[in-house]
């Protein structure tokens, strides 16, 4: 594999099929990640980062399963793991041939893989910046991952708020992105902070009668 250092705490690894794209994946990164980072207000990552790319899905998929003891989803394409006794962080993400395989991936482009490989590391700095303790809210983790790696910026809702709210099966992360958009708008960063770190909990009947009194 080749690598390439962003820092004394991040490196990333890739290979041949990388080779044309991994300098635009680098420049994203490296454009974003302090803004990450800032978000979080974290001046320093607690442990070492490292981000693979995979030229082999098969065994991608392998490792993560013997990572986290679960298997990934037929459409998952890349992971973060972070957890409090882990020796370094990691990320885990497919290179751009394999994720074209998916079908459900299969107008994936550069743009979309940089993006992504950001979204993980946002995972990455809300572990950290919770404290490893993770609100049960899926939507509040993956809409600021979204949100942050600039995922999805003109998207619009597409089901009634409550279904993202309370059906704990919904996935759907353009709407999570429109729902973290409005939860920007409808608290300040620190206290949308002490909800992303598990301090404090979402008021959902308040985010309710935001998110209808501006769609009248």
Request: proline share 1%; with cysteine.
């Amino acid at each position: 594999m080749l690598k390439h250092i962003i820092n004394d705490d991040i490196e990333i690894f890739y290979n041949e099929c990388d080779q044309k794209y991994i300098g635009k994946i680098i420049s994203y990164f490296e454009l974003y990640y302090k803004d990450v980072m800032n978000y979080f207000n974290i001046s320093k990552m607690d442990k070492k980062i490292i981000i693979r790319l995979w030229d082999n899905s098969d065994s991608f998929r392998d490792e993560l399963k013997k990572v986290t003891g679960n298997d990934m989803p037929f459409w998952a394409i890349g992971s973060s793991k972070n957890d409090r006794n882990d020796e370094y962080s990691r990320i885990d993400y497919l290179s751009l041939k394999e994720i074209k395989k998916i079908d459900y991936h299969k107008d994936e482009t550069v743009a979309d893989l940089k993006k992504g490989i950001l979204h993980e590391f946002v995972h990455t700095c809300n572990s950290q910046s919770c404290n490893y303790n993770y609100p049960k809210e899926y939507f509040l983790t993956e809409g600021v991952a979204t949100y942050l790696a600039h995922q999805y910026d003109n998207c619009e809702l597409n089901v009634p708020i409550k279904t993202i709210l309370d059906d704990v099966d919904y996935v759907e992360y353009e709407n999570y992105r429109y729902l973290f958009n409005k939860l920007v708008e409808l608290y300040s960063h620190d206290d949308l902070l002490d909800i992303l770190n598990n301090k404090t909990k979402l008021d959902y009947e308040k985010v309710i009668n935001y998110i209808n009194d501006f769609s009248k």
